[in-house]
């Protein structure tokens, strides 16, 4: 059971994925993006992490990619869906991209580490409740940090988006 | 049982396509949302291991990756709109203004 949902939505991710990455046009890729969070939060939950895979839809599906779909309506697209796809001379990063993947996937199926069958689980319910415990109590200090960044991210972006004033 | 090898070969999967859209591609939007899917696979490594081991810190760790991709994605996009104003181009071969 849990098998057939884990293939069922990692097959959709993967062909979303390759979508993403195959389609001309940059407001397609943003679907298929949209569409591939979606199935990597049903993997979230799958893994039980419920937290996880609703912040995943709030922030990247709600969040990020209205951001993104935004901005590829301010900015002309038409000349990126008449550009040609892919330029001669890649075949290095062909190469490098095969022996990147060629590697991981030997390292992980000839490694006996990641060969868990079963989670262990010591946890009864109540898992949200351990999450934020843990989170707000010792893991505080990166909590806070985090939220500097994202001050500081959000002033940088008001500032390079702005115009110059003449 | 899902065994854990199947939620990494997936997590390997998916960043190897996001390696592949980002350095195939020449549209800069393309390749950011090239890098969103990356930073998702590492996500998806971070959950199944904190899963299978029985500890909260990937999940957290996973929390803390998807804010400061929230917070990278905000400045990239504004970067992006300053230089669609000042450059009328979405390749990032032709963004080269900071090459000495």
Not at chain 1, 36 to 58: D, G, K, M, R
Not at chain 1, 153 to 159: F, H, K, M, N, P
Request: proline share 3%.
């Amino acid at each position: 059971m849990d098998q057939g949902f884990f293939l069922l939505f990692a097959s959709a991710s993967v062909v979303t994925a390759l979508t993403l990455v195959l389609a001309r046009n940059p407001v397609h890729s943003a679907l298929a993006l949209m569409a591939c969070f979606l199935q990597i939060s049903a993997i979230f939950v799958l893994l039980e992490a419920p937290l996880l895979a609703v912040i995943q839809i709030f922030v990247y599906v709600g969040a990020i990619m209205v951001l993104f779909l935004f901005v590829i309506m301010m900015i002309d697209v038409r000349e990126a869906v008449l550009q040609r796809f892919l330029p001669g001379s890649n075949l290095p990063v062909l190469v490098l991209l095969i022996v990147l993947g060629a590697e991981m996937l030997v390292l992980v199926l000839r490694s006996g580490r990641f060969s868990a069958a079963e989670p262990v689980t010591t946890r009864t319910g109540g898992e949200v409740r351990q999450l934020s415990t843990t989170l707000f109590a010792d893991y505080l200090l990166p909590f806070e940090v985090a939220s500097i960044i994202l001050l500081a991210a959000l002033v940088g972006a008001i500032v390079l988006a702005r115009k110059e004033p003449a | 049982m899902v065994p854990l090898w199947w939620y990494i070969v997936l997590g390997v999967v998916l960043f190897v396509i996001g390696a592949a859209g980002v350095l195939l591609r020449r549209n800069i939007l393309v390749v950011l949302m090239s890098l969103e899917l990356l930073l998702n696979s590492v996500n998806i490594n971070f959950i199944a291991f904190g899963h299978y081991y029985d500890d909260y810190r990937g999940q957290i760790f996973a929390i803390f990756v998807i804010a400061i991709t929230a917070a990278e994605v905000a400045v990239a996009l504004g970067i992006l709109v300053a230089l669609a104003r000042n450059k009328a181009t979405l390749k990032v071969d032709e963004v080269s203004m900071m090459k000495g």
